[in-house]
């Protein structure tokens, strides 16, 4: 949830000299971004790799820039289902995603057992998305114009996405990735008909398919969470998709959500980012409710997605020390 970024100073003195993808792309930069929450808040139980999702569409040769105030841009999206030729895929991830792995292995080291690191993926829809809007969007509806126009075409592009968002997590459990949490933050712009046909097949294929190939390479199985933003309406078939975790956003109730998931899954969130404009008593009251609804077992405390650039790092400071005294 944006665990390192903006709201950070020590990230914006980084970031101010170089480009995002240059970061994401230099090894020892992308392992010095990851430890500096680290370092600043000693209440954080994980880390998660610093990269972005958008490292998927470049792999497989499209152009991303991440624009100021704007946010991300593919200058070339795809338009229409014959530009899914002009995909390089099969992808190398090795070959093409290789700095990711650098920079998973070089933060295990650096981490030097204190707290375990998370690998991370887009989920298929998510990715398709950008590719298709060129960027972010306030409706989806050129990628959702796909799925009602050319839903055999939008399968094919899913499949491509899923392939290689499986080969490019396995590959991060090689480098050292101790749990994998997979992004489906495009989840809200689909109802329950278009989520279960076309996203939750591939949610459910990568669970399967990390999870066999892992098991072949003779590694440890690997803890998995699926973060759907706005899909309240498939908790219950989320907790059956071989996920141990579900990442929940703020607009759930943390009681409803355990009744629709069961008692087997670990649940994740749900902290409104925008609780941490609060002053900090009131944080203190609300992380303590939220804890209480969840209850203490099962669970991860977390904010219900990213954080914003100008939260005061002390609040965020505030959230985490909250959970561990209470
Ligand atoms: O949490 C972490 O510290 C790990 C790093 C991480 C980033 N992006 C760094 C980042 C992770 C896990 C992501 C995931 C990601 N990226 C998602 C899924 C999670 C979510 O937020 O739903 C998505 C949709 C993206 C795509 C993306 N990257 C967007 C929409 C933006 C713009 C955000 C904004 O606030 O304008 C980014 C940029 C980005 N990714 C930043 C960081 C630290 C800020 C970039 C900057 O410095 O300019």
Not at 125 to 139: A, F, P, V
């Amino acid at each position: 949830m944006r665990q390192a970024g903006r709201y950070l100073p020590e990230f914006r003195e980084l970031r101010s000299q170089h480009d995002f993808f240059t970061i994401c792309q230099t090894p020892a930069l992308a392992c010095e971004i990851t430890l500096q929450p680290i370092r600043r808040f000693p209440d954080l139980d994980a880390s998660i790799i610093f990269s972005d999702i958008l490292v998927i569409p470049q792999a497989l040769g499209m152009v991303v820039e991440m624009r100021p105030t704007v946010g991300p841009v593919l200058p070339d999206p795809l338009v229409t289902p014959e530009d899914i030729g002009k995909l390089s895929y099969p992808v190398s991830i090795r070959e093409k995603l290789g700095y990711v792995m650098e920079a998973v292995t070089l933060t295990r080291h650096k981490l030097e057992g204190s707290v375990p690191l998370i690998g991370f993926s887009g989920a298929p829809w998510t990715l398709m998305g950008y590719m298709i809007e060129g960027g972010g969007s306030k409706t989806m509806s050129k990628a959702k114009s796909w799925l009602y126009k050319y839903p055999k075409e939008s399968e094919r592009l899913l499949s491509i996405l899923t392939e290689t968002v499986v080969d490019y997590l396995v590959e991060q459990v090689v480098a050292g990735a101790q749990l994998l949490q997979v992004f489906e933050s495009n989840a809200e712009y689909l109802g329950p008909d278009l989520f279960k046909k076309f996203a939750l097949p591939c949610i459910q294929n990568i669970s399967l398919g990390v999870k066999e190939k892992v098991k072949a390479r003779n590694l440890n199985d690997i803890p998995m969470t699926i973060f759907a933003k706005g899909a309240h309406y498939a908790l219950s078939e989320l907790a059956n998709s071989g996920y141990e975790v579900i990442g929940l956003d703020w607009t759930i109730d943390p009681e409803e959500a355990r009744r629709c998931v069961g008692p087997n899954v670990t649940l994740q969130g749900n902290f409104d980012p925008c609780g941490l404009y609060a002053g900090v008593d009131d944080i203190e009251v609300n992380v303590k409710n939220m804890v209480n609804k969840f209850g203490k077992q099962r669970y991860i405390a977390n904010l219900g997605h990213g954080i914003y650039p100008d939260i005061d790092p002390d609040h965020a400071k505030v959230f985490m020390e909250t959970v561990h005294l209470f």
